[in-house]
Every structure is written in C-alpha cells, then in structure tokens.
C-alpha cells in the first residue's frame, strides 16, 4: 500500500470532533457552491447559519475551499461517512438543510437539482417523501429539472439567440430570393432579345419564302395534277403497310408480356448475386448456408449491440443490419 | 439532460470545428438542431458544459457508492451518465487503513525510541573517541 499524504479533507475528518457533522458540512457546502448569484460571502453566512447547531469544533473556510475546488475523492469520502452514520432521522434533517440551502428565496438551480437527487438516493429517501419535503419548505412542487441539451431550453432561456437566428436565415433567404430574382430577370431580357432577333429572322425568311413560293406556285400546279394520281397509289400501299406493322406489334407486346410473367418469379440473377455477396457468400450456396450467413451477419451488425455507443454508430449499424435483413428475405423469397 | 458529447462522438474539449464537422455528419436532424443550440453557442456551451461537469461528476459518484440505479437518477441522465461500477476501495476504508498504518508507525518510533537513543549516543561517543585518538597519535608521530 502506497503511503499518501493525508488530503485537506481527511485531516479536518481526523481532527473533528464529530465526523458525521464535517462530512455534512462539506456536502452542504457542496450545495452552496452550486447556488447561482450568490456572493461569496453570503455562503459563507449561510453555512455558518445552518450549521450553527453542529459540534464539528473547526473552521468552515478551509470546507468552503475543499467544496470550490469539486474534491470528488473528499465529496466521495463524506457522502460515505454519511451513509455508514447516519439514522433515517438524521438523513431527513440533512436533506432538509440541503433544500433549504440549495432555494431559499431563489430558484433551485440545475446542477442543485441533481445534487439533490444524489443526496436523496444517498440518503435513501424516496421521490415521494421527497418531493413532500421540497414542497413543505419552499411551497413549491419540486419540477422534473430542465434540459439545456435541447432546443426548447434556450428557447425559453434565451430567445434573443433564436430571434437572431431566425433573423439571420431571413436575411439569408432574402438575399438568396433577390439573387435568383436577378437571375430571373437576366434570363428574361435574354430570352426576350432572342426572340426578337428570332422574329427579324423569320420575317426575312417570310418575305423570301413569298417571292420563291410566287414562282413556284406555277410550276408547282402542273406538277400536281401528275403528282396527286401517283400519292393516291402510294397512300393506299402505306396503309397496307401500317396496318400490318400495327398487328405485328401488338403480337410481339403480348409475347412480351407472357415473358416477363414468366420470368417475374425469378427476376435477374444479378439481384440474387448482389443479396449473396451482402451475406459474404458466393453464388450456389444453398438455402442452410444463407441462413447460417445470415445469422451471424445479424449478430454482427445488430443496432442493440451499439446500444452504448453514438446515435450515429446505432444508425449506420440499423443500416447495415436492414441491408443484410432484406437481402436474407429476397433470398429465403426467390431460392 | 442528455450527453451531447458522447452522442456525437466528442469530447468535451472538442473545437468549434470539430462540433461543426461532428453536427455536419450527423444524420437525426432533431439531436443536430438540438446540439447546435446548445454547443453552438459560446455561452450556452459554457453553461451546458459547467452541468455537464457537475452530473459527469455526480454519475462519477453513484458508480462509485452503487448508486447507478437510484430512483432520482431515471431518463436521459441515467442512460448518458452512468458509469460502470467502480471498484476503487471505499474512501472511508482507505482512509482509516491509512491512519492505521500511521498509528502502527507511531507506536514502533514509540516502542523503539529507548535502544536507538542508545546506539545513537554510542555511535557518537565512539566518534569523538576515534577522532581524538587520531589526533593524539598524528601529534605523537610528529616529535
């Protein structure tokens, strides 16, 4: 056993007159430190106040110095003096100063909120008693405690952030709406440019068209009349054709369609050989080989396995896992 | 209170931009509008992180006094701060197998003080003795 050197706190334990009364001391103090706008001062009165009936015999200052600097080893040590001395009576009483310490005529702050709990399940109280407690000595029920990981705290708290948010994005979506109505604009004038020049050409082109058409028009007359006995012929043939080429689709459709009725059951083996690799196996594994694969690829992969880790581990592994799920049914489905 | 740390993959020290890279990755928008409330902000980091110290803290303490499954310690806070148990020795223990062993040490300087004042006072006696004999003998040899 290494020899350390006594620490602050174990030296005021050793000295004390009354273990039970310094290691309270520490944790009430504890509590104080985390009371918001309080002078330091002021803690230091209201510690002396609380505990002016204890029969510990030494200084608060060096107490109030071990709470600041947050001893986890010295909290640690005086919650378990309390815990081994302490009678049901006596645990009520200091849960009682506690409170008192922790809200008189302020709100109970949310580090407070769960050192309050740690004192109550240290002290085996239990939610309704406390609860009772809280109620009897601040008059107010005792709320589930806020939670600043979310967004609707500091909406609460502090809605000048979102009010500036939301004013940033407004602006931000302003100057993106001028920009594309810019954009808009520009592109319009183009188009209208465009057209223009579009308009000068065809009347150009129109005003050819009419010289050339007036010329020939004439021509064109005697040709005609040759011309429209040959169509006649012609038309006739086409819709011969047409006819026979529209049956001859309407057969093949249906051959189609027979086909891939056929075929439906087992679509392209290419999806079987994709859902084989997903399982790690090769093409012809029989259906015990798929489903030994599959088990131990859903052992591996199973998000409740990730339970400790990120949300983002978790939603990769659910990924991973409904992958190898669907591909395990499409192959249980189709060999 | 949630663990906005550990559900992005951080740690508490981690940089502006490495929050903004972990948010940028990361694929439940309702935890990334939280996160980025709360860890976007200079101030609401400060004073998200100071609780997130204290219960860091306090979940520190039920492992180590088998409080993880108190009835006050339910919820998000029991789920991201829990630790496994601990198995340092108990503080009270350690404390008085210290002040023990220095009880046992005290007691033997105690019990042992008698002869080593006595070896000691020899030692010094033999000292002086040799030395005077030495200097006796270095002045006799020098006639």
């Known amino acids: ?335 | 209170m949630r663990d906005l740390y550990q559900r992005l993959t951080l740690t508490p020290d981690a940089s502006a931009q490495d929050i903004k890279s972990a948010l940028a990755r990361c694929p439940n928008s309702a935890l990334r509008q939280d996160a980025e409330t709360a860890l976007g902000d200079a101030e609401h980091r400060d004073a998200y992180n100071k609780l997130h110290k204290t219960v860091s803290d306090i979940g520190q303490l039920r492992a180590r006094l088998g409080l993880t499954h108190g009835a006050h310690w339910q919820g998000d806070v029991a789920n991201d701060f829990s630790l496994p148990p601990d198995n340092a020795i108990s503080r009270h223990d350690e404390l008085i197998d210290r002040v023990s062993l220095a009880v046992s040490l005290y007691n033997r300087w105690r019990r042992f003080k008698g002869p080593w004042l006595l070896v000691t006072l020899f030692a010094i006696g033999a000292g002086i003795g040799l030395a005077f004999g030495l200097t006796l003998g270095i002045g006799l040899g020098m006639r």
């Open chain 1, 1 to 335: 056993m290494s020899i350390a050197r006594f620490s602050p706190f174990e030296l005021l334990l050793l000295k004390s007159r009354s273990q039970v009364d310094t290691a309270t001391l520490l944790l009430l103090a504890w509590v104080l430190v985390h009371r918001q706008q309080v002078s330091e001062g002021q803690r230091r009165r209201r510690l002396a106040q609380v505990t002016a009936q204890f029969r510990h015999g030494h200084e608060l200052g060096p107490v109030m110095g071990i709470a600041h600097s947050q001893d986890l080893q010295a909290i640690q040590l005086a919650a378990e003096v309390v815990r081994k001395e302490c009678s049901s009576e006596r645990s009520l009483s200091i849960l009682h100063q506690a409170i008192t310490v922790a809200t008189d005529d302020g709100e109970l702050s949310l580090s407070n909120h769960y050192i309050l709990g740690f004192l109550a399940d240290l002290l085996n109280v239990t939610p309704a008693t406390f609860n009772i407690l809280f109620h009897e000595l601040t008059g107010k029920p005792l709320r589930p405690a806020e939670d600043p990981s979310r967004d609707a705290y500091w909406q609460v708290h502090d809605p000048e952030y979102h009010a500036h948010k939301a004013n940033t994005a407004k602006q931000k979506a302003d100057e993106a709406r001028a920009k594309a109505e810019e954009r808009q604009r520009a592109n319009a004038e183009q188009q209208q440019q465009n057209q223009q020049n579009k308009q000068r050409q065809k009347e150009k082109a129109r005003r050819e068209k009419t010289k050339q058409e007036q010329a020939k028009q004439e021509q064109a007359k005697q040709e005609q009349a040759k011309q429209k006995e040959r169509r006649k012929r012609q038309e006739q043939t086409q819709q011969q054709e047409r006819r026979r080429w529209q049956q001859e689709q309407t057969r093949q459709e249906e051959s189609r369609r027979q086909q891939r009725q056929r075929e439906h059951p087992s679509s392209p083996p290419d999806r079987t050989t994709r859902a084989l690799a997903v399982l790690g196996l090769t093409p012809g594994a029989n259906r015990a080989d798929i489903r030994r694969a599959y088990r131990r690829m859903a052992q591996l992969h199973h998000p409740d396995r990730f339970y400790s880790g990120s949300e983002h581990q978790i939603a990769l592994a659910s990924t991973r896992f409904q992958r190898v799920k669907s591909a395990y049914d499409y192959l249980m489905q189709n060999t």
